[in-house]
């Protein structure tokens, strides 16, 4: 496992948790700053998550980490995973690139979190924005090995991911 696949495990793990969160009919006092919070802590591992830069991944995990024990709305999320992260032995693999994975990534992020900064945000419109983020992650899985929550491999291809999608993209 390198660090690629755990950014990209953390990511999953969150984009998922939240989309099943917000779902709900009505939002709890609180929420809406819960999840932007949570937004702007998952946008830093999808950034570093394309980086190239070996020192920013490991700063970008140590970080989250720190967040996530600060914010116990959701970084009971993680709980798991962060247990699972110290006791596996990271390795330094070739990095997988998709470029419309991560476009797209920039473009849903960028969505998200300009409708959580709106006065009175579109409930809908969130919860399918997260639908179409959740899946896009998993391009970045390691295919053979178990990972940090427990799957056996859990990838997809960058087709998959895309049709995946472009399917939410059009329900709003």
């Known amino acids: 496992m390198n660090y690629q696949n755990i950014l990209a495990e953390l990511l999953h793990i969150g984009l998922v948790a939240e989309k099943g969160r917000c779902?709900?009919?009505r939002w709890k006092c609180g929420y809406k700053k819960a999840?932007?919070?949570h937004v702007k802590a998952l946008h830093l591992l999808?950034?570093?998550?394309?980086?190239d830069n070996l020192q920013k991944k490991k700063d970008a995990i140590s970080d989250f980490i720190i967040i996530c024990n600060n914010n116990p709305d959701f970084g009971r999320f993680y709980t798991h995973a962060f247990g699972k992260i110290?006791?596996?032995k990271i390795q330094e693999t070739d990095l997988i690139h998709c470029m419309k994975v991560d476009t797209l990534f920039d473009e849903l992020f960028f969505d998200l979190l300009a409708e959580l900064n709106r006065f009175i945000p579109s409930h809908?419109?969130?919860?399918y924005l997260l639908?179409?983020?959740?899946n896009l992650p998993r391009v970045y899985f390691n295919r053979s090995k178990?990972?940090?929550?427990?799957e056996n491999g859990g990838?997809?291809?960058?087709?998959?991911?895309?049709q995946y999608a472009f399917s939410n993209m059009n329900k709003y």
């Open 23 to 25: 779902y709900g009919r």
């Open 35 to 37: 999840l932007r919070n």
């Open 46 to 51: 999808q950034v570093s998550l394309q980086s």
């Open 86 to 88: 110290k006791e596996t």
């Open 124 to 127: 809908k419109k969130i919860y």
């Open 131 to 134: 639908c179409a983020l959740h």
């Open 146 to 150: 178990q990972g940090l929550s427990g």
């Open 155 to 162: 990838s997809i291809t960058e087709d998959e991911a895309l």
